[in-house]
């Protein structure tokens, strides 16, 4: 099977993602493996937009429930845990919120993991009220993130919730 979005239309944002999430659900539909299917995920976000830079998940760790660990992603090396509270993840999972980040430098305690990134968008992975891990997604352009990121992202999550395990 093979995954290949055409992104060199010159087509908007909102249309991008509108073409992405069909093609992420039919991705995913007949694996079972969890990580199979995450860290596909992670790559057909990263090669759908020029501008992401990295794009991965951090889970809340099973044994320090208060504490993110690094998941599958796309990009350069990352750090591998992240305290709730912390930096854009922690704080995202911490409040069950999605934070968009327009420039990184305005972001108080934002945990530098790439020199080059300048704007990041975080959502929460939350089912049945708990916060079982973020989506992270940095930009190597600053403003990259906005209400259409936020609104597609958040979908997205959605629809991939079913393969995230319960407990
Ligand atoms: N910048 C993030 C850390 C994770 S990396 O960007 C992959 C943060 O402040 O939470």
Redesign the pocket.
């Known amino acids: 099977m093979a995954f290949d979005l055409d992104i060199s239309k010159d087509i908007s944002k909102e249309e991008r993602y509108k073409l992405l999430l069909p093609q992420i659900k039919a991705l995913i539909k007949d694996e079972k493996n969890f990580l199979a299917n995450i860290s596909n995920i992670t790559s057909a976000l990263k090669y759908s937009f020029e501008n992401f830079l990295?794009t991965?998940f951090?889970f809340t760790d099973d044994k320090n429930p208060a504490e993110l660990v690094l998941g599958p992603?796309q990009?350069r090396v990352?750090?591998t845990r992240?305290k709730y509270g912390?930096?854009?993840?922690?704080?995202s999972a911490a409040n069950k919120e999605t934070i968009i980040v327009k420039d990184?430098k305005d972001?108080p305690?934002?945990?530098?993991?790439?020199s080059l990134?300048r704007s990041?968008i975080?959502v929460p992975v939350i089912k049945k009220g708990k916060v079982l891990g973020v989506l992270?997604i940095?930009s190597n352009v600053k403003c990259n993130f906005d209400k259409t990121d936020g609104k597609y992202l958040n979908l997205i999550v959605e629809n991939i919730l079913y393969i995230f395990p319960d407990e």
């Open positions: 990295w991965g951090y992603f990009g990352a750090c992240i912390q930096g854009v993840c922690g704080t990184v972001f305690g934002h945990i530098v993991c790439d990134s990041e975080v992270d940095d």
